[in-house]
């Protein structure tokens, strides 16, 4: 059965720098989300992202996070400079449409920031 | 202040026996209701779907109830195994034109053999 693909599973940065999540959606899904799950709380939508331009965006997606579909296959997720409280596990999601479809997730990216 | 974490209600049940989780959803609005279960270190995984025209769905050894009047959707687990000991949360879509899918709390199943 295809599946959501993320790496790295584990990705350690220090205060400040820059991250890259990257996720491969199933390929014939159109839409892209990113959510972001802290420690022992819910999981929080971020973003998505249809047809080459972000569709909705939380309040925690700031100009510090970026999205981007550079290619066919691959979908990023970027913060800029990250902060501690960005440490988290990131999850990537496709779904086939947009509404009253299921998200299938991919099995996420931990990142800590130090 | 803001809580640091969650303590997630849990459902303890026996092997073999019947487990029901329970969820409440917040806007009247949503029409469309999922089940997703997480096992420790991996992504949400779907189980099971409702659309708000449906009180009632079932899957393979699941069922989905959900009722419009008092918001509650609840998931039912027949003859529950080992396996099946994770984390279940409920998402919904909170309105027409949105892809904001809000995922609620979360309830761990503890399953005993």
């Known amino acids: 059965e295809p599946e959501v693909t993320q790496t790295p599973s584990h990705q350690v940065t220090q205060m400040g720098q820059e991250v890259i999540l990257r996720c491969v959606p199933i390929s014939n899904h159109l839409y892209f989300y990113w959510y972001r799950q802290i420690l022992g709380q819910k999981v929080e939508f971020l973003v998505s992202?249809?047809?080459?331009?972000?569709?909705?965006k939380s309040e925690i997606f700031d100009d510090q996070f970026s999205v981007e579909r550079p290619d066919g296959s691959n979908f990023t997720l970027k913060i800029r400079s990250t902060k501690l409280e960005d440490s988290a596990m990131y999850f990537c999601?496709?779904?086939?449409?947009?509404?009253?479809?299921?998200?299938?997730f991919g099995n996420g990216t931990r990142l800590t920031v130090t | 202040g803001e809580s640091v974490g969650l303590h997630l209600p849990t459902l303890s049940v026996q092997e073999g026996d019947n487990s029901i989780i329970n969820c409440a959803y917040s806007n009247s609005a949503s029409d469309y209701f999922i089940w997703y279960k997480q096992e420790s270190g991996k992504g949400p995984q779907f189980i099971i779907d409702?659309?708000?025209?449906?009180d009632k769905r079932q899957g393979q050894r699941v069922t989905v109830l959900l009722n419009k009047t008092v918001k509650h959707l609840s998931l039912q687990i027949a003859a529950t195994q080992p396996g099946d000991s994770a984390v279940y949360f409920c998402?919904?879509?909170?309105?027409?034109?949105?892809?904001?899918?809000?995922f609620g709390t979360g309830t761990r199943l503890k399953v005993l053999a």
């Open positions: 999601a496709s779904s086939p449409m947009g509404y009253n479809s299921p998200l299938h």
């Open positions: 409702i659309r708000s025209n449906m």
């Open positions: 998402a919904e879509i909170m309105a027409s034109g949105t892809y904001k899918y809000i």
């Open positions: 992202f249809y047809n080459n331009e972000i569709s909705e």
